[in-house]
């Protein structure tokens, strides 16, 4: 499976990226899967519902299903949480998995940077970042796209994983 990432600081710009390369890609012909890291808790389920109710009641899988989509909780009571490669295994093969966060993993990857936020670059010190994608004009040694110029970035990444 093709996997690339975006990473960033905070506010950095990394999910609208995000949501326009697979808009991008996927208009291209391409099939996308994502992977998003949260750094807090969340849920997508919501108090009341028939399947927050399984889950509340120690259900170690929920598996809640549609006509339109499935959505597969799996709680983890405790156990470490999932690496990247066990998550990836999970999923059904398409062309491209594009993977927000997970900055320490070692798979390539494009920064996202906002000038504004005032924060260093993360590429500097990390050589698994092939590119940038900022709002700010900058000199590096790897290649520098417009943060807004999504099809150059698309191309690079395709290009990249050889698509």
């Known amino acids: 499976m093709r996997v ?3 990473v960033g ?3 950095a710009g990394k999910t609208g990226l995000m949501e326009r ?3 991008e890609i996927t208009g291209r012909g391409f099939s996308v899967s994502t992977v998003k890291h949260a750094h807090h808790s969340f849920d997508v389920d919501h108090p009341g519902k028939d399947s927050h109710r399984h889950r509340v009641a120690g259900a170690r899988e929920v598996l809640l299903a549609s006509r339109n989509r499935f959505a597969l909780m799996h709680e983890l ?3 470490d949480e999932p690496t990247l490669d066990a998550l990836l295994a999970k ?3 398409v062309d491209l998995v594009l993977v927000e966060g997970y900055k320490r ?5 494009v920064e996202a940077h ?3 936020t005032g924060n260093a670059l993360i590429a500097p010190q990390d050589p698994t970042i092939k590119a940038i994608a900022s709002d700010t004009p900058m000199t590096s040694d790897r290649p520098v796209f417009d943060l807004n110029d999504t099809g150059t970035i698309a191309d ?6 050889g698509l």
Do not use: C, M, Q
């Not at 993993?105 to 990857?109: C, I, L, P, Q, T």
């Not at 690079?156 to 994983?161: G, Q």
């Open 4 to 6: 690339y990432g975006v």
């Open 9 to 11: 600081w905070k506010n």
């Open 21 to 23: 390369l697979v808009t």
């Open 77 to 79: 009571h405790g156990e």
């Open 91 to 93: 999923l059904a093969p």
């Open 105 to 109: 993993d070692g798979h390539a990857k």
């Open 114 to 116: 906002r000038a504004e």
């Open 156 to 161: 690079f990444i395709l290009s990249e994983v």
